[in-house]
């Protein structure tokens, strides 16, 4: 059964008359009578009658007749919803970001998000790059935020912004008290607090490797946070990108850069593809590229901001 020959079926019944009807649903008369003696195959029945006086409703055209209404109505509510689902942002976004993403910019982004659609719920979780980018692909995140290179092909990439890494040491540290950049591998003996697998571990972990030490880790997490408030506390030092060094002054802990030309992160907006963006996901994407290219790049960050990579 199709919507057509319900449509037929219909148009039928109100006009009285097949050419009326045919006429109203731009068919001809004989395209019209196979949408109906097809529907009636369908059924099992007739529904229909020819007399002098136009086409009558048999009993069972009678009884079909408001069922087919209704079902017509509600095929058309249902468009409609997909329809305002497809233009207008509302309902859930899922929305993926590397930790210190999470914790130092979505503050500054998700509220400002929340007024302006008030009908979206954003979705936040945090990840490493790798299953960031899986879960994007797998259709889990809508969007997410993480470093370049993506590794997938079938994923479209926008890159956001560039910056560098720093050091992240207790105040009043050796390190600060040098009052110049370091280079890492002059630094690869001091005691670290790190998130494994990220950005600057693994430059550590080479640094390391490249001087024929063992880093002297005395605190693994998976949080931003963690990482900052450890190093405050004096556990030891952590290599963070810039955005999380921003306002370090207030948050109790100094920064040393790194030597020129050193450890650099890209960080990019990663989806499926515009065909796969819900309205809610199309208006996340641009409200983020939005928000970075506004920023007045607090973190030193070489912002990219530009088309699909």
């Known amino acids: 059964m199709t919507t057509e020959q319900l449509k037929a079926f219909l148009q039928v019944a109100q006009e ?3 050419s009326l009807a045919a006429l109203g649903l731009g068919l001809s008369q004989s395209g019209l009578s196979r949408q109906l003696q097809s529907l009636e195959a369908e059924l099992g029945t007739r529904l229909l009658v020819r007399t002098p006086g136009g086409a009558v409703l048999t009993d069972a055209g009678e009884r079909f007749l408001p069922h087919a209404r209704r079902a017509l109505e509600a095929l058309s509510a249902g468009t409609s919803e997909l329809d305002r ?24 982004i998700i509220p400002a998000f929340a007024q302006r659609y008030p009908e979206v719920r954003p979705r936040l979780s945090e990840g490493m790059a ?15 935020i993480l470093t370049l290179p993506v590794r997938r092909a079938d994923l479209v990439a926008q890159k956001l912004w560039e910056e560098g890494l720093v050091l992240a040491v207790p105040r009043g540290h050796r390190l600060t008290r040098l009052g110049k950049p370091v280079a890492l591998a002059d630094v690869v003996e001091e005691s670290w607090v790190v998130i494994p697998g990220m950005s600057g571990t693994r430059a550590l972990e080479a640094a390391c490797e490249a ?3 063992t880093p002297k880790l005395v605190l693994e ?18 290599l963070v990108p810039e955005l999380m060094a921003r306002d370090h002054q207030s948050r109790g802990f100094d920064v040393v850069p790194l030597v ?12 499926r593809g515009e065909g796969y963006l819900t ?11 939005e928000s970075v290219r506004a920023m007045p790049e607090p973190w030193g960050a070489k912002k990219r901001g530009g088309g699909p990579s």
């Open 16 to 18: 009285g008359r097949l």
């Open 85 to 108: 689902l497809s233009s207008t942002p509302r309902g859930m976004v899922s929305l993926g970001t590397l930790h210190t993403v999470g914790a130092y910019l979505m503050p500054d």
């Open 279 to 289: 309205a809610a996901a199309r208006a996340m994407k641009a409200f983020i590229v």
């Open 211 to 213: 001087r024929g030490v």
């Open 260 to 271: 020129r030309g050193s450890l650099k992160r890209q960080v990019a907006l990663v989806h």
């Open 130 to 144: 790798a299953a960031l980018e899986e879960g994007v692909a797998r259709g889990a995140l809508d969007v997410a």
């Open 221 to 238: 997490t998976d949080n931003a946070e963690a990482i900052r408030r450890m190093v405050e506390r004096g556990l030891g030092v952590a």
